[in-house]
């Protein structure tokens, strides 16, 4: 059984939690990635930041639709996607534009396991993390093309 450890890429091109949003959109650039793991000083996992967090960094907040009745406001939907926005918008720093809810693999799961978290989760990159969320390394679609396609 091939595992996460077996194929993922450990010299991985990572942020730090404080560094700036533009800092992050030069490592993201230069890099050639989609997507960048945001790691503590220790190295532990904080979260990922992919090109889409970027655009969204930089685009309008829509504010929601609001509603008067008998002098009260009410939002009509779209709350939960405006504080989203609002939150994007106004991030300085990796750890505040970063996604918290991310999707990882441990260093022993079976590559078709982690294969499947790509597919259906709709990411470009699965993080492999020890115990204690200390970053170990990526595996990306192209590392399980890489393996799928090997003679």
């Known amino acids: 059984m091939t595992t996460a450890q077996d194929i993922m890429t450990r010299q991985t091109i990572t942020v730090l939690a404080d560094d700036s949003v533009s800092r992050v959109g030069e490592v993201l650039m230069s890099s050639g ?7 503590d000083s220790e190295g532990r996992l904080i979260g990922m930041i992919g ?6 960094a930089h685009r309008k907040v829509h504010l929601p639709t609001i509603v008067t009745i008998l002098d009260g406001l009410i939002p009509i ?4 996607e ?5 939150r994007k ?4 720093t990796a750890r505040q534009l970063a996604s918290s809810r991310v999707v990882t ?3 022993g799961e079976d590559t078709d396991a982690v294969a ?5 989760r709709d990411v470009h990159a699965v993080p492999v993390v020890d115990d204690h969320g200390l970053l ?13 396609l090997k003679p």
């Open 51 to 56: 090109e889409r967090d970027l655009i969204d």
């Open 105 to 107: 693999a441990v260093p």
């Open 77 to 80: 939907g779209g709350m939960r």
């Open 116 to 120: 499947e978290k790509l597919l259906r």
């Open 136 to 148: 170990l390394g990526i595996v990306s679609r192209s590392d399980i093309l890489r393996h799928l």
């Open 89 to 92: 918008v106004t991030a300085v």
């Open 82 to 86: 405006y504080d989203a926005e609002l």
């Open 33 to 39: 990635h989609h997507s960048l793991p945001v790691v």
